[in-house]
């Protein structure tokens, strides 16, 4: 394909786009697709010739569209909202086109300086100090594996460079509340810590980590000769947006010598808003934090925001300096490729720059406003409808929601739970993810795409009371 | 930005793309930016109301190009060949435009099931038999992590689950050859192997591992009570594709119960070529192998292949399973979550669909046999030049060149070979990444951007020798 055909060509998926984009709220917002289906219509074995465009876009519709979950949907309220807004996907865009590689600076100065700039720009937006340097990652998994390296790193005193965990005599321990994200778990794991070196921290009835049991755990495992090496601490917590109490963690952490993990992957964008500070009060104690500005924010995944006040110490664990990388200036500019895992690198920035240049912050902080009150408006409502509860504290966009008929209880509560989120799912007029808390399911609603407005939100809570009846 | 205004600000994105693809021979190869140029011409604070499209577009010309290394230039010779082919780039663009996220196959079922069956395809590609399966992920250096986490907790027979490589008696071991990538040595430090336990096997004198040594290190190691755990062989090295003996390493590993990784990160393209696949003999015998489309093959980055022969293996060492992220088709479908480190997922799989679709596999292999050609006829060239000299083997594309006037040796031999490398880059029309090999520097040139005809290697060979003059 030469430049000509690609502009054809191009012309024709901008269209493709857009009108998709356009009919969005007619799709179903669920894909019916059963196991297999997909796989069925496309050949076992690759074409030996050229196929012609049009039949690449025919498959497109054909075989690929039914099998589409429409994350943009105005009533999708799974997972979380994933506002891949239109000026974002065209920063991609650029990126893509462009296929440069920013292994090292030298191989696209402006891809590094302009992420430089644009998690800078994030930062001011988030009400950070400066003393935090950022970085753009693939996902929030990544990230805070990332983090527990860098945390083992330290309290180890650099043991990779020895026998790594291997050669320490006495076992590091990783601290979480048990509604942190299952990607703490799964990083602390692979980090080699161990699971009987994973501690779960109890909650408060607000879902909540206790931060004094944190140190009691922290004085107990000391007391039996274990080194207490990281906690990870939630601002949102996926179920219910919980709210971990940041500044009383931190001071367990400080005292103890250990690394403070803050993850703020959802929630973090809503610090876009003075009034929400307060929910991560503290962070200017943390050691690393994660937001992802490709959730409520409005870019298109995948784009994590990975902030640090040590950037010297994860440039230690995570350089390499082989002969093929090293270029002319090397030392007067900053090498990304040693602040994370992987050595190559997207021009992911242009996402987060076209992105915040085409909205402006007024515009992001009226959008998340919104939404916030769509998520009180909601929480209203169920909570004046007999049989309905909200069962979790709403600090922002997340709703923990059960219908409780009169008599209904445990498994038989769950399978009605169940059911009804499944009703929601494939009736195809709206998408949730039901989620457990507290032992018992509950059907969680998660508010905030970009085209989500109050009427939506109204026909969810109108469709869910149809559904019961 | 609304689905219309996408679309006219899209459709100026595809003319912005094409006319820089179709200028691209007219732009310096390497940006000619110092350090902080890009930065300097940034606003320090995100503007808090929108600009305009035009203002952004207009600050791609005018910030960004200048610091821009133009990868796909017929003259790019550094690194690898990132041949971001445009039928990719518009796979790619529906990928993002859809915004969708693969964290469960029911969160779009089209984009676990176009991958399964287009990494098959790539498998058949290959000509690997059909005991692999396939994944997508970013980069070789997470999948060379993931296969490193695999092989420890393999033999450590699921250390993770309890005290981790805290609780392992024996320390197990990782062998790899001087010539693997910097980002094997990267994974096994992180994955807590620690470096007293990294065995940098020697080589023979065409730079590929040594299988007599690596068995003679196995056995000592044994011997002195560790646990050898993991070898990772090269099909292909990054500084002058040197091909490690695969089936002479694979008697040592499953003689010792060893996971065997074959990086083929490069040179794996090749294998679409039959007359090629003497180069991995033996690669049937491998765990897990990792092929990235996204350089010489043409996908547009990130794209990596890591292909396993025991899936269910891998699924046990990375997956979670909250009850967020369950659904109903869980136990009857593939969720590509368990089989890596991130848990969100881009549709990366229709890049490779489009690029495959649009370009027909005897395509593809006739570019790599262009490419091959070329690297023949430049070794020959140099061959036959006095005072020039190719320093290692050519079995691919990639070829180690020196040039050594009489007398020069040692430092001031290296000074000359950089001096060199750094003019070629600096006059804007060629890029080439030096090295390092039996060390001495080596100007290192990689063949086969998708534009390189053999004139572009004959400008390439002309302007070094009008540069030494």
């Known amino acids: 394909m030469n430049s000509d055909e690609f502009r054809k060509a191009g012309y024709r998926i901008i269209d493709w786009i857009a009108d998709y984009r356009a009919g969005i709220e007619a799709r179903p917002v669920m894909a019916k697709t059963a196991p297999g289906d997909v796989k069925a219509m496309l050949p076992a074995s690759p074409p030996q010739q050229p196929e012609s465009f049009d039949a690449i876009l025919a498959d497109l519709d054909r075989v690929v569209m039914p099998g589409i979950t429409t994350w943009q949907h105005p009533r999708f309220f799974g997972y979380f909202p994933a506002n891949a807004l239109l000026s974002s996907v065209l920063g991609d865009y650029v990126s893509t086109g462009l296929g440069v590689n920013g292994l090292a600076w030298q191989a696209s100065p402006a891809l590094t300086e302009v992420e430089e700039v644009v998690t800078d720009w994030m930062r001011q937006m988030l009400g950070l100090s400066n003393a935090w340097s950022g970085v753009i990652n693939d996902t929030a998994s990544t990230s805070t594996l990332v983090?527990?390296?860098?945390?083992?790193?330290?309290?180890?005193?650099?043991?990779?460079?020895?026998?790594?965990?291997?050669?320490?005599?006495?076992?590091?321990?990783?601290?979480?509340?048990?509604?942190?994200?299952?990607?703490?778990?799964?990083?602390?794991?692979?980090?080699?810590?161990?699971?009987?070196?994973?501690?779960?921290?109890?909650?408060?009835?607000?879902?909540?980590?206790?931060?004094?049991?944190?140190?009691?755990m922290v004085h107990e495992d000391i007391r039996d000769g274990r080194v207490p090496c990281a906690v990870v601490a939630t601002s949102g917590t996926t179920t219910s947006t919980a709210l971990d109490p940041i500044e009383a963690i931190a001071r367990v952490a400080t005292a103890n010598n250990m690394w403070l993990h803050l993850d703020a992957a959802m929630a973090g964008s809503a610090m876009i808003l003075p009034e929400c500070r307060w929910m991560w009060q503290g962070v200017e104690l943390a050691d690393s934090l994660i937001v992802n500005p490709h959730k409520w924010l409005g870019a298109v995944f995948d784009c994590t925001l990975y902030f640090v006040r040590d950037p010297e110490h994860l440039v230690r664990v995570m350089s390499t300096n082989p002969s093929y990388l090293k270029t002319q200036a090397d030392g007067r500019v900053k090498n990304y490729r040693d602040w994370g895992l992987p050595l190559g690198r997207r021009f992911r920035a242009l996402k987060l720059w076209f992105l915040i240049r085409e909205q402006g912050v007024e515009s992001l902080q009226a959008r998340l406003r919104r939404d916030l009150d769509n998520a009180k408006w909601l929480a209203a409502e169920i909570g004046k409808t007999p049989n309905w509860a909200v069962v979790a504290p709403v600090p922002l966009q997340t709703l923990c929601i059960r219908h409780e008929p009169a008599g209904l209880t445990g498994e038989a509560l769950d399978k009605h739970t169940l059911d009804l989120a499944g009703r929601i799912n494939q009736s195809g007029q709206a998408y949730v993810t039901p989620a457990m808390l507290d032992g018992r399911w509950v059907v969680r609603v998660s508010i905030g795409a970009e085209l989500t407005e109050r009427r939506h939100v109204q026909q969810l809570w109108q469709l869910m009371q149809d559904l019961v009846r």
Do not use: D, I
């Open 147 to 216: 983090a527990l390296l860098c945390a083992r790193e330290r309290a180890s005193q650099y043991s990779l460079v020895r026998g790594g965990l291997q050669g320490e005599e006495k076992p590091l321990v990783v601290y979480a509340s048990g509604h942190s994200h299952s990607s703490v778990e799964k990083a602390a794991l692979l980090a080699g810590f161990g699971r009987t070196n994973v501690r779960v921290v109890p909650q408060e009835a607000s879902h909540a980590m206790r931060a004094e049991s944190l140190a009691s």
